[in-house]
């Protein structure tokens, strides 16, 4: 099992930097996790935790919406310093979020548009966050048409309605599914991912937010993932074994430098 979306470096969350969660994700059978960086603080981190498992992470760079500020270009061309020493899968995490605030949304805009060419020009798949802003992310997304890199809308949690129209214009892109799926108020969710293609979706956990149930309300873990895949196998009526055989198989798809 791979887990597309994890930021077991977070210090806060993992006081060892993670590798005590890396290793539990590995017993539990998830022997990948691809970590994607945030703003220029999460570099050295996320470096840290890679070459102690680099078997078994991966990782991309990016700056985080909200984490974007007025000399964001410098900062983006200071995350990408790291870039020489490591072979990245993608790049992000990126979009537009509008929960906190909307004052910046120009300039949100403007950093995820920068990205998505950044990903372009790299030959990598792009890691999509979008939050309270589904309009302003097509917005963003649409001005490429169809010169789109590989892309992930991850943390999806919308509805039906939402997953076709980013279909729509986006037919390749690929829907990050954790924990929220296994809450109780996530009716409409378990709805787009009944009917989402299989080959579309992949598993994550955004860890450490939104842990699962049973484990909801406490650190989220990437060992958390076979709760995510059993949501999604009782969601589309399959078994847990041809969910975790898809989504591991769509992960290497979306994410071309993973090593299997």
């Not at 870039?83 to 509008?98: M, N, Q, Y």
């Not at 598993?203 to 990437?222: H, I, K, M």
Request: proline fraction near 7%.
């Amino acid at each position: 099992m791979i887990d597309t979306h994890t930021h077991l470096y977070m210090t806060d969350s993992f006081p060892d930097g993670g590798k005590a969660a890396v290793r539990h994700a590995m017993e539990c059978g998830v022997d990948m996790m691809v970590l994607p960086g945030v703003d220029r603080e999460s570099v050295a981190p996320i470096i840290e935790l890679h070459r102690a498992f680099p078997s078994n992470t991966a990782v991309a760079l990016g700056l985080h919406p909200t984490e974007v500020e007025a000399d964001w270009r410098d900062e983006l061309r200071e995350i990408f310093e790291a870039e020489a020493e490591l072979s990245l899968v993608g790049i992000g995490e990126t979009g537009v979020d509008l929960h906190w605030e909307q004052k910046y949304l120009t300039r949100q805009m403007d950093a995820f548009g920068e990205q998505i060419q950044m990903a372009l020009d790299r030959k990598l798949p792009v890691v999509v966050h979008s939050r309270d802003a589904f309009p302003e992310t097509i917005e963003v997304v649409r001005s490429f048409g169809s010169n789109l890199p590989g892309m992930v809308f991850h943390s999806f949690t919308a509805g039906r309605p939402e997953a076709e129209r980013l279909l729509e214009f986006a037919p390749d892109a690929f829907f990050g599914i954790n924990g929220v799926v296994t809450f109780k108020n996530a009716a409409p969710l378990r709805e787009a991912v009944e009917h989402l293609p299989l080959a579309l979706i992949v598993t994550e956990t955004d860890a450490p937010f939104l842990a699962p149930v049973p484990y909801r309300g406490q650190t989220n873990e990437s060992a958390f993932i076979p709760h995510i895949v059993k949501a999604i196998a009782a969601a589309k009526g399959l078994s847990e074994e041809e969910v975790m055989a898809a989504t591991t198989a769509n992960a290497l798809r979306l994410f071309p430098r993973l090593t299997p």
